[in-house]
């Protein structure tokens, strides 16, 4: 069989998997994560309308993905999720133990900017 067959078989149980049509859906592998994720950062059409929400709790490059649309205009939010703990002994709804936190945006830029002021511009070294 030929590399390419394989290829397309393989993209054809991973649609099938999803339950996605062919038709209405493209299967593209990639490196990695951070591969995929820069490729849906660059791909998506981010506007002034969009909004990105993240977990504080994420692969570094979800942080590239936040760039991207923050540079087209886009507003993100980074989100904490809590799960609420049992209460002796007791069931707890999955659907209400979650609390949601928004927290405050910092880019990669102002991090940085930040550090320097904190330290005087000079390394610890």
């Given at each position: 069989?030929?590399?390419?067959?394989?290829?397309?078989?393989?993209?054809?149980?991973?649609?099938?998997?999803?339950?996605?049509?062919?038709?209405?859906?493209?299967?593209?592998?990639?490196?990695?994560?951070t591969a995929?994720?820069?490729?849906?950062?660059?791909?998506?059409?981010?506007?002034?309308?969009?909004?990105?929400?993240?977990?504080?709790?994420?692969?570094?490059?979800?942080?590239?993905i936040r760039?991207?649309?923050?540079?087209?205009?886009?507003?993100?939010?980074?989100?904490?999720?809590?799960?609420?703990?049992?209460?002796?002994?007791g069931f707890?709804?999955?659907?209400?133990?979650?609390?949601?936190?928004?927290?405050?945006?910092?880019?990669?830029?102002?991090?940085?900017?930040?550090?320097?002021?904190?330290?005087?511009?000079?390394?610890?070294?």
């Amino acid at each position: 069989m030929a590399t390419s067959e394989i290829v397309r078989e393989a993209r054809q149980r991973v649609l099938d998997f999803c339950n996605a049509s062919m038709r209405d859906y493209k299967c593209i592998f990639t490196s990695g994560a951070t591969a995929a994720l820069k490729l849906v950062g660059e791909a998506f059409p981010w506007s002034s309308q969009s909004t990105f929400m993240y977990t504080m709790e994420n692969h570094n490059s979800v942080l590239g993905i936040r760039e991207y649309a923050l540079n087209k205009g886009a507003t993100a939010f980074a989100i904490d999720i809590e799960e609420a703990t049992n209460d002796g002994g007791g069931f707890i709804n999955p659907l209400s133990s979650i609390k949601v936190l928004q927290h405050p945006i910092q880019r990669r830029h102002d991090a940085m900017l930040q550090e320097e002021e904190t330290s005087g511009g000079a390394g610890w070294f």
